[in-house]
């Protein structure tokens, strides 16, 4: 009778980690198990205590199928928690597991109609994006409400040095929610199958491949001078100017670099290339081109010149096109009015200009933010280019070159039963990022646009060994 209830268990969660990740820290994956059960246990009351998670060390028995009961709970589980590392991405059952997992996800979109985010990725130590497959890097692992400290350190780090820290107990909460609304919509279960008959995204075969090149991200300023009438006097408002639009800095002191390096930097310690240039005429088609290319591009605005004459036009004729690859941030300068009538008249000034995308400044896509402060601007910067990249990715993505869903171990001899069909979700990760350096802005070159600036981040976290571990 014990066993029967088991198998009809459908728990909220099924926990997926790396074996390896866990005899190096196990307390820590022990609390955080832990923890997650106990928020959703105390934020779904009606969760019976035996049904909120599944986890393999705990609930397999004596003399149990191991792959046999891992394969039903997958199938049956309401959600799927990913705890990613280098070490998960080089077990090759978490890749059974996550793949598993994601086709039932892509099956009932397609079955169904809607779209259940029901697999949560948590970032337990920092990974490489450009390492992993492209399926992964389509679903987004951070958000802002998570803090930066997780999207650049991972959830690990905040155990080290804060166990019981509000950093810390905010991913929890923010992922138990996430788990809850997902739960509540009840994906459709899997039949039972042959986990070990899946083949998984990952680990790659890494030493097979060619290296990856990194994205481009074009970058696009429309910032003030210091001649400007605008900024003459003095005047904080705005932040401090310089000769040129990309030496604007609107973040006080301005001993920090100046927006256009800062960007750079985030952008280049995430392993991708960048070019800048001055937003004029020709945007739109500037835009496209980079789309056809396979590159992604980010206008940095600053507000109180959006509206003038040098870029009114410009900005204005991207607002009225289509531009799915391309983000805006348009930050809240230290020195500017904190409220009051010359704040709403900027901001205004911004709406006007941006008359359809300012619709869209509250929208999870992350694409158009404004009013972006010093504290979340590499976090916003990173999300928006990894959103971009993959909306690109989406575009030039085949989902028919799988051979039928060979890929998840479900051939169309009907062995396996049917194919998963394809899904997208939207919204990619932040990978780890280096502090911004607090150097001087340097000069530009000699032309009146700064050269590329092309690095790759260094220090990323060595990957496991490809022996499974799990």
């Known amino acids: 009778m014990l066993e029967h209830q088991q198998d009809q268990r459908k728990p ?5 980690y790396a074996r390896r990740d866990y005899e190096a820290e196990d307390a820590f994956v022990d609390q955080f198990f832990n923890d997650l059960r106990d928020e959703l246990g105390r934020i779904e009351p009606a969760a019976r205590a035996d049904e909120i998670a599944y986890r393999d060390t705990e609930q397999l028995r004596l003399g149990d199928e191991w792959a046999e009961q891992l394969a039903r709970m997958l199938g049956r589980s309401r959600t799927m928690v990913a705890l990613y590392s280098p070490a998960y991405f080089a077990s090759l059952y978490c890749g059974k597991e996550w793949t598993a997992f994601r086709g039932r996800v892509r099956r009932h979109q397609e079955d169904q109609g809607e779209l259940i985010p029901a697999l949560v990725p948590v970032l337990w130590e920092p990974v490489v994006p450009g390492e992993l497959a492209e399926e992964v890097t389509k679903i987004q692992w951070a958000q802002p409400d998570m803090g930066e400290a ?6 690990r780090a905040l155990l080290r040095t804060g166990p019981q820290g509000e950093a810390y107990l905010q991913v929890v909460r923010v992922v138990a929610e996430r788990v809850r609304d997902a739960a509540a919509r009840r994906l459709t279960e899997l039949a039972d199958f042959d986990l070990g008959a899946v083949r998984g995204y990952f680990p790659g075969p890494a030493a097979m491949e060619p290296p990856r090149a990194a994205g481009m991200v074009r970058l696009f300023i429309a910032a003030g001078k210091a001649s400007d009438a605008a900024v ?14 990309w030496h604007w800095a609107p ?5 920090q670099p100046s927006l256009a ?5 985030v952008i280049t310690a995430a392993g991708h290339t960048t070019t800048l240039e001055e937003v004029g005429t020709g945007l739109g088609e500037k835009l496209d081109q980079a789309r056809e290319d396979s590159q992604v591009s980010v206008l940095l605005v600053d507000p109180w010149m959006a509206g003038t004459d040098r870029y009114r036009s410009a900005l204005r004729e991207y607002d009225d096109h289509n531009h799915p690859v391309t983000g805006v941030m348009v930050p809240d300068g230290s020195g500017d009015p904190a409220r009051g009538p010359e704040r709403d008249a900027l901001w205004a000034g911004v709406r006007g200009v941006f008359r359809r995308n300012w619709l869209r400044r509250s929208d999870p896509e992350h694409l158009f933010r404004v009013k972006v402060n010093r504290e979340s601007f590499d976090s916003d910067l990173t999300i928006m280019v990894t959103v971009a990249q993959n909306k690109l990715m989406d575009d030039n993505f085949d989902w028919g070159d799988d051979g039928g869903g060979a890929a998840f171990g479900f051939g169309l001899d009907g062995a396996n039963g049917p194919a998963m069909p394809g899904l997208a979700i939207p919204a990619g990760p932040p990978g780890p990022r280096r502090s911004p350096s607090t150097r001087p802005d340097p000069e530009p070159g000699p032309g009146d646009v700064p050269n590329p600036r092309h690095s790759q981040d260094d220090t990323a976290p060595l990957r496991g060994d490809q022996d499974d571990d799990h």
């Open 232 to 245: 003459a006097g003095g005047s904080q408002a705005g932040g401090w100017y310089g000769a040129k639009p």
């Open 150 to 155: 997780y999207a650049r350190y991972g959830l």
């Open 251 to 255: 973040y006080h002191p301005p001993t």
């Open 261 to 265: 390096v800062r960007a750079q930097q």
């Open 12 to 16: 909220y969660f099924f926990f997926s």
